[in-house]
C-alpha cells in the first residue's frame, strides 16, 4: 500500500520566530530557492525540508 506522509509544514511567522529573521526575508528565501508551500484555511505553510536547507546552507556560506 503507497500512502504519503502528510509533513507539517511552517508558517511565515514560526520562521520568523525560530531564526529570528523578518518576514520580507522570508518571503524573498521562499521566492529565491523556490520553497515548496501549501495554503490551508487561508494560511501559507513552507516545507520544513526547504526552509532547514536553506538556512543550513546560508550558514555555512557565512561561516
Known sequence: MNRDIAV????AHDIATLWRIPKGT???YAHTY???RYTDTGRTYYH???VTTTFD???LEEG
Do not use: A, C, E, F
Not at 507539517?8 to 508558517?11: I, V
Open 8 to 11: 507539517t509544514g511552517l508558517t
Open 26 to 28: 522570508i518571503y524573498r
Open 34 to 36: 523556490r520553497w515548496r
Open 48 to 50: 520544513p525540508d526547504d
Open 57 to 59: 546552507t546560508l550558514s
